[in-house]
């Protein structure tokens, strides 16, 4: 029996020699094929994941259909990229600005809405204070009703004063009349006659 021939070859992937029969060497040239640069287990394995893609850099998978970039294309996505981060930041950093803005008013809302309630709190008091106020007038009112006859009876005294008062005045003035009266139509020696005798019967 004529033993097979075999081919060594390493495997770039596990680093492990695996071998070829001259057969199939014979097959992959005769196909121009390239000979096999993965065993059988790796290849395996790699038809099991061929819908991932390793990532160069750090070997992460990336799923089958994802995009992919050339360098330029790359640098553009990734100044896009930043492009929208900045103006994402802006937009965050003004809602926080609006933030701020709306918790300063909501802080002077506040303290102006306790003012308020502070007022109300005093005019409350001070409307109690014109209620007990007024309770206290009624019952003083109610109180001194007894005195109101008396004060109609003084009333009409004063009238009464005031109208005797209205007539002496009016006979002063009509007895202070006759006498000028008098005294006009008394000529001036009359009047110094008048005085000496008066005089003479108090000096006799």
């Not at 001259?22 to 992959?28: D, Q, W």
């Not at 008062?165 to 003035?173: A, F, I, P, T, Y």
Request: aromatic share 6%; proline share 1%; net charge neutral.
């Amino acid at each position: 029996m004529v033993k097979e021939a075999y081919v060594k070859l390493t495997c770039r992937q596990c680093g492990r020699e695996f071998a070829l029969t001259t057969a199939e060497k014979e097959f992959y040239e005769q196909k121009g094929f390239t000979l096999p640069t993965h065993c059988k287990e790796c290849r395996s394995a790699k038809q099991n994941h061929s819908h991932y893609l390793l990532c160069s850099q750090c070997g992460a998978e990336i799923e089958k259909g994802a995009p992919i970039y050339c360098n330029a294309c790359l640098e553009s996505v990734s100044f896009e990229l930043e492009r929208k981060t900045k103006q994402s930041q802006m937009a965050a950093s003004a809602v926080h600005t609006k933030l701020q803005a709306i918790e300063t008013q909501k802080t002077e809302l506040e303290e102006l809405l306790r003012q308020k309630e502070q007022l109300v709190a005093e005019l409350e008091l001070k409307i109690n204070n014109l209620s007990q106020d007024l309770d206290k007038t009624h019952q003083f009112y109610a109180a001194s009703g007894w005195l109101q006859p008396v004060l109609d009876e003084i009333g009409e005294r004063l009238k009464d004063l005031e109208l005797a008062q209205r007539e002496v005045n009016q006979r002063m003035l009509q007895t202070i009349r006759i006498m000028k009266e008098r005294y006009d139509n008394l000529g001036l020696l009359e009047i110094i006659k008048r005085n000496l005798r008066q005089y003479l019967k108090q000096g006799a």
